[in-house]
């Protein structure tokens, strides 16, 4: 069956370090990923989108790797922040339609 | 721009009721999605459109479900009968989409449903 999975539904880490995200997917072939934050109370935001051709993608402090053998996608934010806390959700595209993890919820400690 | 618009941002009905919710897309973008975010099954596609057109339905749960495009700029989800299972929080999303290409969506503020 189809499947995509983010690694863990919370990940707590203290500010200045790098957060890692993963997420996997099994039984699909997408030709791009993307990734959105969502605040509490509020819809999700895109933040990146990376295609099965490119390895890395940057934006500020976010990298955003795609691993097609592995079918694996890792989300790093460098130099984290309290306000980089939300929850941050990567989704696929499968025949025309986005189809999002269910997220994982990342705190940033002071 | 305002960014994808929903109303109400809150809705509490009784089982039996009829609930509709409201959406009005980005100017200029042709594609329109509505989906259902609950903790248990996470961010689910329930109707996607395109120029106004329904492509892919397969993700409203049943016949209670339905939704319409009257025009570039509106459409709603009617949920009728309303059951305490449908209670979530609706998101509706536009982008510009292009043949085969990568657009991002820009999602509403969601509607939360709560039934009684």
């Known amino acids: 069956s189809q499947k995509i999975e983010q690694n863990s539904e919370a990940l707590n880490i203290q500010e200045g370090k790098t957060a890692t995200l993963t997420c996997n997917y099994t039984?699909?072939?997408?030709?791009?990923l993307q990734w959105y934050r969502q605040d509490p109370g509020r819809g999700p935001v895109f933040l990146l989108l990376i295609r099965e051709n490119e390895k890395e993608k940057r934006k500020e402090r976010l990298k955003v790797t795609f691993d097609t053998t592995l079918k694996q996608s890792l989300f790093h934010i460098t130099a984290s922040q309290p306000a980089d806390s939300a929850t941050y959700l990567c989704a696929l595209r499968s025949q025309g339609n986005l189809i999002f993890g269910k997220g994982t919820k990342l705190s940033v400690k002071p | 721009d305002a960014g994808v618009i929903q109303s109400p941002r809150h809705e509490v009905t009784e089982m039996g009721q009829e609930v509709t919710l409201r959406c009005k897309p980005i100017s200029g973008h042709n594609s329109l999605f509505w989906y259902r975010q609950t903790m248990m099954r996470g961010l689910e596609l329930l109707i996607y459109f395109n120029n106004n057109v329904p492509i892919d339905d397969s993700g409203m749960p049943e016949d209670r479900f339905s939704a319409k495009m009257p025009n570039a700029s509106f459409s709603t989800l009617k949920i009728q009968p309303s059951e305490p299972r449908d209670s979530a929080v609706y998101f509706c999303a536009s982008s510009s989409h292009t043949s085969g290409g990568a657009s991002e969506q820009f999602f509403g503020p969601g509607t939360r449903l709560t039934v009684l």
């Open positions: 039984n699909y072939s997408p030709a791009y």
